[in-house]
């Protein structure tokens, strides 16, 4: 059982309280009609800083029995490309691993592998869980915890994941897990962090990777993001939509040092 890491601090540990929150964080004028998208990108910070746009990222989009959740690893602890298979604890109840889709990635590549050590303080997907639980009773997670890999790499797990998808035959959301710059200005970070979600928009996985890496962009979650573009293209994804993009400064008052966000839908 992976028990909770940030209950009570990113999120409330309490089932009613929680509940209460992720409804209050919704928009207030909500569209009915959700997309059938392939992948999402939402970002992981603590609720009274990001939640109101993952909220709002999810809410947009029809969420299937089980979903792909692909996120950086923060405490450079367990394997590279690390699966978990352990029944998670969250506070709105226990989430099941999907085991046949991670034998399919297991199948698929030896970048593969189950760790739960890379899981078991990580933040990252942890975030993302109740938000997809207020939407899918009986949701079935597959964790993957990724260090930073060559852009070689992140192609051949995103083939792998691709194939898995194909394989398995049931409707699959990806989600990519990540901030944006880190503890930047206003300013510099909107600066740096446009440069990242053109590319993004434009479904350009390879000049994401290029970008992040040559402006010094702290996009944790750049390798997610980029396996995440590289396998929604293969899918056939034709459309990168920008849901909305924010910083922490809004909530926190500072703007000298922020931490910025982007939802983005991809189909």
């Known amino acids: 059982m992976r028990k909770p890491t940030v209950a009570n601090r990113f999120y409330p540990g309490n089932r009613e309280q929680l509940t209460r929150e992720i409804k209050d964080l919704l928009p207030p004028t909500q569209s009915s009609e959700k997309v059938k998208a392939l992948a999402v990108m939402s970002p992981h910070a603590g609720y009274i800083y990001s939640g109101a746009l993952a909220a709002k990222t999810f809410h947009q989009v029809e969420i299937p029995e089980t979903v792909v959740l692909l996120g950086p690893n923060h405490t450079g602890q367990g394997s590279p490309v690390a699966l978990s298979a352990d029944t998670w604890d969250m506070t709105l109840g226990n989430v099941e691993v999907n085991s046949d889709f991670n034998t399919l990635l297991l199948q698929n590549s030896p970048l593969f592998r189950i760790d739960e050590t890379a899981h078991r303080f990580e933040h990252s997907l942890e975030v993302q869980i109740p938000f997809l639980q207020m939407q899918k009773k009986n949701l079935k997670i597959v964790p993957v915890i990724l260090s930073h890999l060559s852009y ?25 897990s990540t901030d944006m710059s880190h503890f930047e200005s206003r300013k510099i970070a909107q600066q740096k962090d446009s440069m990242a979600v053109r590319e993004i928009e434009q479904l350009n996985p390879k000049g994401l990777f290029q970008t992040v890496i040559e402006n010094n962009i702290s996009m944790c979650g750049m390798i997610p993001t980029v396996i995440t573009m590289l396998a929604v293209k293969i899918l ?7 849901v909305d993009y924010t910083d922490s400064g809004y909530v926190a008052g500072e703007t000298s040092q922020v931490v910025g966000y982007a939802g983005v839908i991809l189909s």
């Open 152 to 176: 070689t790499d992140c192609k051949e797990l995103a083939k792998a994941l691709a194939f898995a998808i194909k394989q398995y035959k049931e409707d699959i959301l990806i989600v990519a």
């Open 236 to 242: 056939g994804a034709t459309s990168s939509q920008l």
